[in-house]
């Protein structure tokens, strides 16, 4: 279906040396792309980087520091598209929780969204986009994800925001629900039976699959009249 579209373009990845952003960074590479990764930890980033191939590169970035994220794009004068992947999501009690866990969940998603924003748009191309990355829990909070839920929701009201001042380049969010990926296996204590009983709690009975990310954000670059969009990969969850 997406044979080659990504052909001679640029895609930057902001989290992409692992889960959701690894997985599309491979996916643009098979259509053809020329892919920069980022993430904060160097380990990571050259685990992710050896099978990915000589079309990729990648460098150390942390979304939360502008200055950061600026050094990430500094030499690349062209980018065809952008995909942010990358937030730090600390479960805290609004009323009475830690500030500093609140303030890391709206620092990495919703500044580290406006961060990349605002490097990537002197640089993107005419008939480029940006996609970027929200969580199922806008649409479902639950206690202690308030800040997680708020950080999700400012950031697709960002994209329908940019519609105008990011034009004619498009700009996408991705809502996932719970997705198989290194993320959700910390989570759940890296238990097989508590991800096959999550899977079960699920309208299709399975978790999304970081390659379910990947397909949708392939189709958010190359769908030209796709912009302002929200796009739930939840498998309807939000719904049950
Ligand atoms: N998996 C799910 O069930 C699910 C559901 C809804 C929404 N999401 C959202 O989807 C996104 C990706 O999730 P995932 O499951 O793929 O997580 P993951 O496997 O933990 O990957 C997260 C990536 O982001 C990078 N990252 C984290 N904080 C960063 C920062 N401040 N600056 C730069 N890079 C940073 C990580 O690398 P370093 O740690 O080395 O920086 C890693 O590359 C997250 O925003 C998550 O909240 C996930």
């Given at each position: 279906?997406?044979?080659s579209?990504l052909q001679g373009q640029q895609v930057?990845v902001l989290g992409g040396t692992?889960?959701?952003?690894?997985a599309t960074a491979?996916g643009?590479?098979?259509?053809?792309a020329q892919?920069?990764?980022?993430?904060?930890?160097p380990?990571?980033?050259a685990?992710?980087?050896?099978?990915?191939g000589?079309?990729?590169?990648?460098a150390?970035?942390?979304?939360?520091?502008?200055?950061?994220?600026?050094a990430f794009?500094?030499?690349f004068p062209?980018?065809?598209?952008?995909?942010?992947?990358?937030?730090?999501?600390?479960?805290?009690?609004?009323?009475?929780?830690?500030?500093?866990?609140l303030r890391?969940s709206?620092?990495?998603r919703f500044?580290?969204a406006v961060?990349?924003?605002?490097?990537?748009?002197?640089?993107?191309?005419?008939?480029?986009?940006?996609?970027?990355?929200?969580g199922m829990v806008?649409?479902?909070?639950?206690?202690g994800?308030?800040?997680?839920?708020a950080a999700?929701?400012?950031?697709?009201?960002?994209a329908?925001?940019l519609v105008?001042?990011?034009?004619?380049?498009?700009?996408?969010?991705i809502?996932?629900?719970?997705?198989?990926t290194?993320?959700?296996?910390?989570?759940l204590g890296?238990?097989a039976?508590?991800l096959?009983?999550?899977?079960?709690?699920?309208?299709?009975?399975r978790?999304g699959?970081?390659e379910?990310?990947?397909?949708?954000?392939?189709?958010a670059?190359?769908?030209?009249?796709?912009?302002g969009?929200?796009?739930?990969?939840?498998?309807?969850a939000r719904?049950?």
């Amino acid at each position: 279906m997406f044979d080659s579209f990504l052909q001679g373009q640029q895609v930057l990845v902001l989290g992409g040396t692992s889960g959701l952003g690894l997985a599309t960074a491979a996916g643009a590479l098979r259509a053809g792309a020329q892919v920069h990764v980022g993430g904060r930890d160097p380990q990571r980033l050259a685990d992710a980087l050896a099978p990915l191939g000589p079309k990729a590169s990648g460098a150390c970035v942390d979304l939360t520091d502008e200055g950061s994220v600026q050094a990430f794009f500094a030499s690349f004068p062209r980018v065809d598209h952008l995909v942010v992947c990358a937030a730090n999501n600390l479960p805290a009690r609004l009323i009475d929780g830690d500030l500093a866990a609140l303030r890391t969940s709206l620092d990495s998603r919703f500044w580290g969204a406006v961060h990349a924003l605002r490097a990537v748009a002197p640089r993107l191309a005419p008939e480029g986009s940006v996609v970027l990355t929200s969580g199922m829990v806008s649409q479902r909070p639950r206690p202690g994800m308030a800040m997680v839920a708020a950080a999700a929701c400012a950031v697709e009201s960002l994209a329908r925001s940019l519609v105008g001042e990011l034009a004619p380049r498009r700009i996408n969010v991705i809502n996932p629900g719970p997705m198989h990926t290194p993320l959700l296996e910390r989570a759940l204590g890296g238990q097989a039976q508590a991800l096959q009983g999550l899977a079960d709690l699920q309208p299709l009975k399975r978790l999304g699959q970081a390659e379910d990310f990947a397909q949708t954000a392939l189709f958010a670059m190359g769908n030209r009249q796709l912009n302002g969009a929200v796009l739930h990969l939840d498998g309807g969850a939000r719904w049950a």
